[in-house]
């Protein structure tokens, strides 16, 4: 932690555990491999690691500990290997990420995961995907997409919060388009933020459970 001129981490194969902040402040770390030992990567481990631009995930080493690791990372990529299922809290908030591509194994996505990742233009939101987590995408100004499948059952109130980060203004719409019918859960967590702004929710002609013209709160069309 806060070891300032560390620059590279190679690190053995059998390795196990990574604990909470082991790298948090390295500002000046570029390379850095996580082994397909690895069972469990804690929280904070690489925040603030400014240098770090890319990283592979291995099967599968994400858990509940493992909110907040790339916060204010200078992550551009991020590679996410099959057999991973939980994509945790805050997982690359304020990172400079522009593509997510998650394997077909992840069935949740937690409060967060992908909040205020400013440079982030597409994601790809795997078949078998089944809960998407409260403001899972807050604070986007350059997504204008997100294609739910239809395997998704469980959606928290707001996790497409299109509000903008901080200090700019969005003048974009998101178009969140569902594969299938509407979620069997639509959690509504009593926020009071004005939900229609900038997001439409699109859905399949004779999908089931969608209300036109609003549903829950945001305006729909057909797509």
């Known amino acids: 932690m806060n070891c300032s001129a560390l620059r590279k981490a190679v690190l053995n194969e059998g390795l196990k555990e990574i604990g909470s902040s082991a790298f948090e402040g390295c500002e000046s770390l570029s390379d850095v491999n996580l082994p397909d030992s690895l069972e469990n990567l804690y929280f904070y481990?690489?925040?603030g690691c400014k240098a770090l631009k890319s990283i592979n995930i291995p099967?599968?080493?994400?858990?509940?500990?493992?909110?907040?690791?790339?916060?204010?990372?200078?992550?551009?990529?991020?590679?996410?290997?099959?057999?991973?299922?939980?994509?945790?809290g805050n997982f690359i908030s304020y990172t400079n990420v522009t593509e997510v591509i998650l394997p077909s194994t992840v069935k949740t996505i937690d409060a967060y995961a992908f909040s205020m990742c400013h440079k982030?233009?597409?994601?790809?939101?795997?078949?078998g995907l089944e809960c998407i987590g409260?403001?899972?995408?807050?604070?986007?100004?350059?997504?204008?997409?997100?294609v739910i499948p239809k395997t998704v059952k469980v959606v928290q109130d707001t996790a497409f919060d299109s509000s903008a980060p901080d200090g700019e203004t969005r003048e974009q719409t998101i178009k969140v388009k569902f594969e299938g019918n509407a979620p069997e859960q639509f959690i509504?967590?009593?926020?009071?933020?004005?939900?229609?702004v900038h997001i439409t929710i699109c859905y399949h002609d004779g999908a089931k459970g969608f209300t036109y013209p609003e549903w829950n709160g945001y305006p729909t069309e057909i797509w």
């Open 59 to 88: 099967t599968d080493c994400l858990g509940n500990g493992s909110t907040s690791l790339f916060i204010s990372s200078g992550l551009e990529s991020i590679t996410l290997n099959e057999g991973i299922t939980f994509i945790p």
């Open 188 to 196: 509504d967590n009593g926020t009071t933020i004005e939900k229609n």
């Open 134 to 146: 409260y403001r899972a995408f807050i604070g986007q100004n350059n997504l204008t997409e997100i």
């Open 45 to 47: 481990a690489f925040v």
């Open 120 to 127: 982030l233009k597409s994601i790809t939101l795997n078949e």
